[in-house]
């Protein structure tokens, strides 16, 4: 009998087991990776023309997208508190609830999600193509390291920017907050920031701004592993692709998760 006409209860350990190690390699794969970064740091060793085209490539181009996220990710966040808000009549707290589950959890986590489809994915793309096209090979035989020529500059260009992303979409999210708030349920925009700035603390936001670090080292980690690793040609390429945003996502809620338990 073959492999794959045994029944369920013979197949399910195989199929258990071949998955736990198929996370493993990838889980060791993303530490050994980052344990080659960490190395180039100290002292940094990058190409900074790289790491400034990046930054830009990264950060500049994905603003645009990142803002109308942040706008209707603000109006949401009003539409669905409207109902208990008119109920209740609750009016002077809109502005911090808006701010709370903005700033702390929904604002860092949509962006993140947001800028891993946009450039995580392109990230892993060009690796991938560089690799079946042997141009990783081309640099190593030139004595040019690939970790800090191309991955170092890339990892931090995604670190700095989506934290800097962040910031700029959680003020365009709470402007699109207060004028939901005016339009929907008549909140004066001066009381909206009145209770956002009074009720809400530092911590609310650095707790944001700590989890969008926290993701973006997610998002470089793995789209830059899977990119360095694709094997099989241009169909590889794809796969990595989607393993990676896979990946990344995954990632983004488990760590979502424990931050925001660590942090209250």
Not at 161 to 186: C, E, P, S, Y
């Amino acid at each position: 009998m073959s492999a794959a006409t045994d029944p369920w209860p013979l197949r399910a350990p195989r199929l258990l087991g071949a998955t736990a190690l198929s996370i493993g390699s990838q889980v060791g794969g993303l530490v050994v990776l980052l344990a080659r970064i960490v190395a180039r740091l100290f002292p940094p060793r990058l190409d900074r023309a790289e790491l400034l085209r990046n930054l830009h490539k990264m950060g500049v181009r994905s603003l645009p997208i990142v803002s109308v996220t942040a706008l209707f990710v603000g109006a949401i966040m009003v539409i669905q508190a409207a109902p208990l808000v008119t109920r209740f009549n609750a009016r002077e707290i809109v502005g911090w609830g808006a701010g709370f589950a903005t700033l702390r959890e929904v604002g860092p986590l949509l962006i993140a999600l947001m800028f891993s489809g946009r450039v995580g994915a392109n990230n892993t793309a060009e690796l991938g193509t560089m690799v079946v096209t042997s141009q990783i090979d081309a640099l190593r035989a030139l004595a040019i390291d690939p970790i800090g020529y191309l991955v170092l500059p890339r990892v931090l260009s995604m670190v700095v920017m989506l934290f800097f992303l962040t910031i700029i979409g959680d003020v365009v999210a709470i402007g699109g907050a207060m004028v939901a708030g005016k339009v929907l349920l008549d909140v004066d925009p001066r009381s909206f920031l009145n209770s956002l700035f009074l009720l809400l603390d530092q911590w609310d936001l650095m707790t944001g701004l700590i989890k969008s670090v926290i993701f973006g080292a997610m998002i470089a980690l793995t789209s830059c592993h899977f990119g360095l690793s694709v094997t099989g040609g241009a169909p590889g390429v794809g796969r990595a692709v989607n393993a990676s945003v896979v990946a990344a996502a995954s990632g983004i809620f488990i760590l979502d998760y424990f931050s925001s338990f660590l942090l209250g």
